[in-house]
């Protein structure tokens, strides 16, 4: 009967948010355990000048070893750790130990370029200015050593203490990148009430270069934009050298993606920076 069909249907899905709920937890306890055992770690992965060829950034991407499980990925519990307010805890982690490696590389006198950290919606508060200014302090880092990325989310509405939160932050010299941009919902004329420096033209976007239509154009919509109002572009995800030439071409600034590098351990980045590692461009 109908009843019956629908009971089983009810006891199969609360079984399967049972599992969710249950997966959600484990992974909400171990995420506090690992702050605690030191099982977090920051990739880099470099950003690349279309112009030279060269290092001209990095995006420090959280990594978590799980003693049993393996990499995790921040995938999987960045989610939860903004559903569980963890993201507070876990987003102080990542500024100390980012701003704790932009110190040791200067101290051992390395050319660093900027090195940009991921902000989740949560950490954008009114103490934001303050914690930034103290945790640079303490490691005795420059502003303009450290780039905030954050996303659309945060933009959508307008908030005018938003607004404020990042003059501030720019008025320190931080710097601010849109994440992820053309994948929310904010418009381009939107755009230009925030003090944003440069757009990061999500992976979406990129994969289809540059055969597919609606790609090649929304990838041309975003740069030409971008450039009226003098951001600067850096296109993710870049795999392929058709990627590359289509987008370096259309006049975007940097590149980050496999075709290049994949995010790797401060090591690795440093022996990328020491050795001049550079972009090649003869390839078509
Ligand atoms: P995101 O900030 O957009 O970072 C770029 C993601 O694209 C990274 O995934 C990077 O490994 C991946 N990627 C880069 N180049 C390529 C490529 O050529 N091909 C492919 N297939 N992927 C590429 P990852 O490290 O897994 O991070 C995923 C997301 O997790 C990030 O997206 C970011 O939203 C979030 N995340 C990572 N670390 C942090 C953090 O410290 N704080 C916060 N709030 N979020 C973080
Ligand atoms: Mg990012
Ligand atoms: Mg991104
Ligand atoms: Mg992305």
Redesign the pocket.
């Known amino acids: 009967s109908k009843a019956v069909q629908a009971e089983a249907a009810f006891l199969f899905y609360s079984e399967e948010m049972n599992q969710r709920a249950k997966e959600h937890l484990r992974i909400e306890s171990e995420l506090r355990l690992a702050l605690q055992r030191n099982e977090l770690q920051?990739?880099y992965?470099p950003k690349v000048s279309l112009r030279s060829g060269r290092i001209v950034g990095a995006?420090?991407?959280?990594?978590w070893r799980h003693p049993v499980r393996g990499m995790v990925?921040?995938?999987v519990f960045?989610p939860v750790a903004e559903e569980t307010g963890l993201?507070l805890e876990?987003?102080n982690w990542?500024l100390e130990e980012a701003c704790r490696q932009v110190r040791a590389w200067k101290d051992a006198n390395l050319i660093m370029p900027p090195v940009a950290?991921?902000?989740?919606a949560r950490?954008f508060d009114r103490r934001l200015p303050e914690r930034m200014a103290d945790v640079l302090q303490r490691h005795q880092v420059q502003p303009e050593q450290i780039m905030l990325?954050i996303?659309e989310s945060l933009l959508v509405g307008g908030a005018e203490n938003v607004v404020s939160i990042m003059n501030e932050l720019v008025a320190m010299g931080l710097a601010l990148a849109l994440?992820?941009f053309g994948t929310g919902y904010s418009s381009l004329a939107y755009l230009k009430k925030f003090p944003i420096s440069t757009l990061?033209i999500?992976?979406s976007f990129v994969i289809g270069l540059p055969y597919e239509e609606n790609d090649c154009a929304i990838a041309r919509a975003i740069v030409t934009m971008a450039q009226q109002l003098r951001q600067e572009i850096v296109a993710?995800?870049?795999?392929t050298a058709e990627q590359m030439s289509f987008l370096r071409d259309l006049g975007c600034d940097q590149l980050?993606?496999?075709?290049f590098s994949?995010?790797v351990p401060a090591e690795d980045f440093e022996r990328m920076l020491r050795e001049g590692k550079r972009l090649a461009f003869t390839v078509r």
């Open positions: 920051l990739y992965q995006e420090a991407l959280l990594r990925s921040p995938g960045i993201i876990l987003g990542v950290v991921n902000l989740s950490q990325e996303t994440d992820d990061k999500d992976r993710e995800g870049v795999e980050q993606g496999y075709l994949q995010p």
